[in-house]
């Protein structure tokens, strides 16, 4: 089945700085690739995705870049703010038109920014 | 405001017992899916459904069961429970395929 690796575990960052995040998944058929936020004590909320037909995508301070060919996806934050400060997980899906998407989360992040 | 609710923050329940939770989404989902959130290992899925009364095994289903009785709400049944299974549970749903899953705010259960 697949399987979604994500790296480092752990990051601490000055406000100001950037921050990347990387993931791997294992099926090559995985077409859709979210990434969820996770603040103390809520449950995890999208912040940004990216599909397969899609190399890059970007949202604000937020950007994604898909690397199809060796199986590997990050997350880009700029100018970090405290806020920013949370887990922070990929994942990978293989869901088809008509059928149904099995949703496979990697490890997790946990993301401080020291202002 | 779209939303998934578990029916409980924090649960505690003894070994051996047959215990419920409970998720009810408002947005007619299709999609819903129990996942178990343990430090250093995410979320890992524990069974999904994509129908009423349809439901698929995920990646560690041993010791869990479900039940989807109708369209808005997702059962997770510990049928005998273990301390192993003390975690934090969430819940989600989507839409289509390939779209934003929602979670609820979990769930922590522990089994003592």
């Known amino acids: 089945g697949e399987n979604v690796e994500q790296h480092p575990s752990t990051l601490s960052v000055q406000e100001g700085d950037s921050a990347v995040i990387k993931c791997t998944y294992s099926?090559?058929?995985?077409?859709?690739f979210p990434w969820y936020k996770q603040e103390l004590g809520k449950g995890p909320q999208l912040i940004i995705d990216?599909?397969?037909?899609?190399g890059e995508k970007k949202d604000q301070r937020i950007a994604v870049t898909l690397n199809k060919t060796a199986k590997h996806f990050s997350l880009h934050i700029t100018e970090t703010q405290p806020e920013d400060s949370a887990v922070y997980f990929c994942?990978?899906?293989?869901?088809?038109?008509?059928?149904?998407?099995?949703?496979?989360f990697g490890a997790g992040t946990r993301l401080a920014v020291h202002p | 405001d779209v939303k998934v609710t578990q029916s409980s923050r924090y649960l505690v329940k003894r070994t051996g017992e047959k215990v419920f939770l409970e998720c009810v989404q408002d947005?007619?989902?299709?999609?819903m899916f129990w996942y178990r959130q343990d430090p250093g290992l995410g979320l890992r899925l524990i069974y999904f459904?994509?129908?009423?009364?349809?439901?698929e095994k995920g990646d560690i289903p041993e010791g869990y069961s479900v039940s989807r009785e109708k369209k808005e709400r997702f059962s997770l049944i510990l049928e005998s429970a273990s301390t192993n299974q003390t975690s934090m549970y969430l819940c989600?749903?989507?839409?289509?395929?390939?779209?934003?899953?929602?979670f609820g705010q979990g769930t922590r259960l522990t089994v003592v």
């Open positions: 947005m007619d989902h299709e999609n």
């Open positions: 099926d090559s058929a995985s077409n859709y």
């Open positions: 990216i599909r397969s037909n899609v």
């Open positions: 994942a990978a899906s293989n869901g088809f038109s008509g059928g149904y998407n099995k949703l496979i």
């Open positions: 459904s994509y129908d009423v009364k349809m439901k």
């Open positions: 989600a749903s989507t839409g289509t395929v390939n779209t934003e899953a929602f």
